[in-house]
């Protein structure tokens, strides 16, 4: 054997809890979109970590939560299946939340894994200690993790030592994938992801639930060094749309912007961005309409 590790991670938890926040700081890049709306991650992402210890693949999934529409159900099946797919599981927990039903639902799902499981509680840069050490005794007596870790992930406070423990725990090998590349998904998705990180930013209430982006046309330009995107914004109501158009175009606008000066970042090139708005009666529930969305995901291999 190489002494090197390789293998996959699944980042699971409770909604808010930080997952892609943690994965973003490992990768060094902004995978996954941040919010601090529920639900933000809707698919399972993958980033991919390599160092001079080998290869750690990471499954940064959506939040657990009682689903309410087909999209949920779709959520939290795509966090189930991480747990059972990943050599090794980190569980995330926001250690501001005092410890619920939904906690002790996490407790079940892991208790039927058979993998090695790890606890980050995230946040504890706001926590004081003397409320810090009750959560760990509660998840050290669950006997389910190898290791409790007290991380930030915002600020990088104990987020090495979880490394060292997540890259150990993984099995010897060698690297499955290129060295140079830190995720699979297509530029298509990304680019989806990002101009719905611009709804979630700008909008409140209901919105973030009820919207999703589907990328309509990507023609490459390469003798102008120009990426043409024509997406629409799906909503449920009238209403809704209203707001996401704004006064004059005001908010569609300010999207737009936003967005393409983030997609020419992810891109390196000039990017023409066009948004409108659609509006899809009950999308959340059209199997027709989340399968759409889910087309530029991933290679069909993984």
């Not at 991670?9 to 890049?29: D, F, H, I, Q, W």
Request: charged share 25%; proline share 4%; net charge neutral.
């Amino acid at each position: 054997m190489s002494g090197r590790h390789a293998g996959t991670v699944a980042l699971v938890g409770r909604p808010n809890a930080g997952k892609s926040t943690l994965m973003n700081r490992y990768l060094g890049e902004k995978l996954a979109i941040v919010s601090d709306k529920p639900q933000t991650t809707r698919h399972r992402l993958v980033g991919i970590l390599s160092t001079d210890l080998g290869q750690m693949v990471f499954y940064d999934t959506p939040g657990v939560h009682k689903p309410l529409h087909q999209l949920n159900r779709r959520m939290v099946q795509y966090a189930i299946d991480a747990l059972n797919d990943a050599d090794v599981v980190c569980l995330l927990v926001d250690a501001t939340k005092k410890f619920a039903g939904g906690d002790a639902h996490m407790f079940e799902l892991l208790g039927r894994t058979k993998v090695r499981r790890f606890a980050a509680l995230n946040k504890v840069d706001v926590v004081a200690k003397p409320k810090l050490l009750p959560l760990i005794e509660r998840y050290a007596a669950s006997g389910l993790f190898e290791e409790i870790v007290p991380i930030s992930a915002l600020d990088g406070g104990g987020c090495d030592l979880l490394l060292e423990f997540l890259f150990a725990a993984l099995p010897e090998g060698e690297p499955q994938y290129d060295a140079a590349l830190f995720t699979l998904h297509s530029e298509r998705f990304l680019a989806a992801e990002l101009i719905r990180e611009k709804v979630l930013l700008e909008t409140r209430d209901e919105l973030p639930y009820t919207t999703a982006v589907v990328i309509e046309m990507w023609g490459d330009d390469e003798a102008k060094d120009l990426t043409r995107i024509h997406a629409s914004l799906l909503v449920e109501k009238p209403g809704q749309k209203a707001i996401l158009i704004g006064r004059g175009g005001a908010t569609i606008k300010k999207l737009g912007i936003a967005a393409r000066l983030d997609l020419e970042q992810l891109l390196g090139r000039r990017v023409y961005l066009d948004l409108n708005v659609r509006c899809e009666p009950h999308w959340r529930e059209s199997k027709r309409l989340l399968s759409d969305l889910d087309r530029d995901l991933l290679p069909h291999s993984l």
